[in-house]
């Protein structure tokens, strides 16, 4: 078997929800990062690309279903790289990463570009199409930014509740307090506002140009409140319950974002085709899926898993990037793990940086590779649960640690 590893990351800045990305389509901010980490591979001929995977979460708007594809041509990439679209919901790009993995590992490819996308923003509202002609009620347009739609009557109720209502019910079944996820939410601003001013950012992200002389250049995460403490975010309302059971609110759950991530996987060889050496090879993945309202909690059982395959044990790791889809869905799989927070996004999450659904995976990918090189570190976890009952998980090695 071949060995897989990563060369090179980056992603753009995340955008918030009608922010300063809203006016670019999610094909072009795909198509950026597309291109830049071409542009970084000095020794690469395009046309030696095995394969483009992005994931995306929605695919029901201007991705156009396939977004890799549209990416890669957008790109000006050769038209001979083919691009195929990966859709596991908040872990669709972690996926791509991981079908691109064991491609390499069976020499199926040396070089592999993978990320993913989404434009939360831009997500399209669907008007379904009627079981017969010219219906005579009025019909409902659904929102695709989020969450589940159109579902199917045969699901149970426990199951379709929302991902709010998800969480309080996790919260609950691990005596979360509020208190509790209001300290981790600001934990996740004060890093991640830490790390852009030590520049850890710097080489992880493109600016993304205005789509206008009247537009604004983002060049950091657009949902970064620095201010934030556990103080402050306490005074917000809850959104999902109201009275005395009710924990989850706004700050204390990743925001809704646009924004693009993407990654070089490839094999031993790929340091010749690209001009670049590995950060860090890919030694471990995991699936996993429970009841969907748990959702939050899958991430425990994918990054054992991985861990396992990997031939190595919490006790070994030194990093991890869990995606902060809300602050209880994280504590409860900390506190199952038994980590210590410290080693847990150094260099803050979700609830901060942002959410983009499709692009969040290989976001939590390439900042913990770049965290193991920067750090002499040797093992690390980058893991994100997912909608509707899964998580995935992936274990890196950094075979150039000290010590």
């Given at each position: 078997m071949n060995q897989a590893y990563v060369y090179d990351a980056v992603r753009t800045p995340f955008g918030k929800l009608g922010g300063a990305l809203s006016g670019h389509r999610p094909d072009d901010l795909?198509?950026?990062?597309v291109r830049t980490l071409v542009e970084r591979a000095p020794a690469l001929d395009p046309a030696a690309i095995d394969e483009v995977y992005l994931g995306?979460?929605?695919?029901?708007?201007?991705?156009?279903?396939?977004?890799?594809?549209?990416?890669?041509?957008?790109?000006?990439?050769?038209?001979?790289?083919p691009g195929a679209t990966v859709n596991r919901l908040c872990g669709s790009s972690l996926d791509a990463a991981m079908i691109a993995s064991r491609q390499i590992e069976v020499g199926e490819g040396d070089v592999l570009l993978v990320g993913g996308v989404e434009s939360m923003s831009r997500a399209p509202w669907v008007l379904p199409k009627t079981e017969r002609p010219f219906p005579m009620q009025n019909l409902e347009l659904a929102n695709t930014t989020l969450g589940w739609r159109l579902v199917n009557p045969e699901m149970p109720d426990e199951w379709t509740v929302s991902l709010g209502e998800a969480t309080e019910q996790l919260r609950e079944k691990h005596g979360i307090t509020r208190e509790e996820q209001d300290e981790f939410a600001a934990r996740s601003h004060r890093l991640a506002a830490k790390a852009w001013d030590e520049g850890r950012y710097d080489d992880l992200t493109v600016h993304v140009p205005p789509v206008s002389r009247k537009g604004v250049e983002l060049t950091r995460d657009e949902t970064i409140r620095p201010d934030?403490?556990?103080?402050s975010l306490a005074g917000l309302r809850t959104v999902f319950r109201t009275g005395e059971n009710?924990?989850?609110?706004?700050?204390?759950s990743s925001p809704m974002n646009d924004g693009a991530s993407a990654v070089w996987l490839g094999s031993e060889r790929g340091a010749e085709l690209l001009g670049r050496q590995p950060i860090a090879r890919?030694?471990?993945?995991g699936a996993a899926a429970n009841e969907p309202q748990f959702f939050g909690e899958a991430p425990v059982r994918a990054a054992e898993t991985a861990l396992r395959r990997a031939g190595i044990t919490w006790d070994d790791v030194a990093a991890v990037e869990l995606n902060e889809a809300f602050a209880a869905q994280s504590l409860a799989c900390l506190r199952q793990w038994g980590v210590d927070q410290e080693i847990v996004n150094a260099w803050g999450g979700a609830i901060a940086l942002g959410h983009p659904l499709g692009a969040s995976g290989t976001r939590a990918l390439g900042t913990l590779a770049r965290r193991l090189q920067e750090s002499g570190q040797r093992w690390g976890v980058a893991s994100l649960c997912i909608g509707v009952g899964q998580g995935l998980a992936v274990v890196l090695e950094n075979q150039d640690a000290r010590g």
């Amino acid at each position: 078997m071949n060995q897989a590893y990563v060369y090179d990351a980056v992603r753009t800045p995340f955008g918030k929800l009608g922010g300063a990305l809203s006016g670019h389509r999610p094909d072009d901010l795909a198509a950026l990062v597309v291109r830049t980490l071409v542009e970084r591979a000095p020794a690469l001929d395009p046309a030696a690309i095995d394969e483009v995977y992005l994931g995306n979460a929605n695919g029901a708007g201007e991705e156009n279903r396939n977004v890799a594809r549209m990416a890669t041509l957008l790109a000006g990439l050769p038209v001979s790289v083919p691009g195929a679209t990966v859709n596991r919901l908040c872990g669709s790009s972690l996926d791509a990463a991981m079908i691109a993995s064991r491609q390499i590992e069976v020499g199926e490819g040396d070089v592999l570009l993978v990320g993913g996308v989404e434009s939360m923003s831009r997500a399209p509202w669907v008007l379904p199409k009627t079981e017969r002609p010219f219906p005579m009620q009025n019909l409902e347009l659904a929102n695709t930014t989020l969450g589940w739609r159109l579902v199917n009557p045969e699901m149970p109720d426990e199951w379709t509740v929302s991902l709010g209502e998800a969480t309080e019910q996790l919260r609950e079944k691990h005596g979360i307090t509020r208190e509790e996820q209001d300290e981790f939410a600001a934990r996740s601003h004060r890093l991640a506002a830490k790390a852009w001013d030590e520049g850890r950012y710097d080489d992880l992200t493109v600016h993304v140009p205005p789509v206008s002389r009247k537009g604004v250049e983002l060049t950091r995460d657009e949902t970064i409140r620095p201010d934030s403490t556990p103080e402050s975010l306490a005074g917000l309302r809850t959104v999902f319950r109201t009275g005395e059971n009710a924990t989850v609110t706004a700050g204390n759950s990743s925001p809704m974002n646009d924004g693009a991530s993407a990654v070089w996987l490839g094999s031993e060889r790929g340091a010749e085709l690209l001009g670049r050496q590995p950060i860090a090879r890919i030694a471990g993945r995991g699936a996993a899926a429970n009841e969907p309202q748990f959702f939050g909690e899958a991430p425990v059982r994918a990054a054992e898993t991985a861990l396992r395959r990997a031939g190595i044990t919490w006790d070994d790791v030194a990093a991890v990037e869990l995606n902060e889809a809300f602050a209880a869905q994280s504590l409860a799989c900390l506190r199952q793990w038994g980590v210590d927070q410290e080693i847990v996004n150094a260099w803050g999450g979700a609830i901060a940086l942002g959410h983009p659904l499709g692009a969040s995976g290989t976001r939590a990918l390439g900042t913990l590779a770049r965290r193991l090189q920067e750090s002499g570190q040797r093992w690390g976890v980058a893991s994100l649960c997912i909608g509707v009952g899964q998580g995935l998980a992936v274990v890196l090695e950094n075979q150039d640690a000290r010590g």
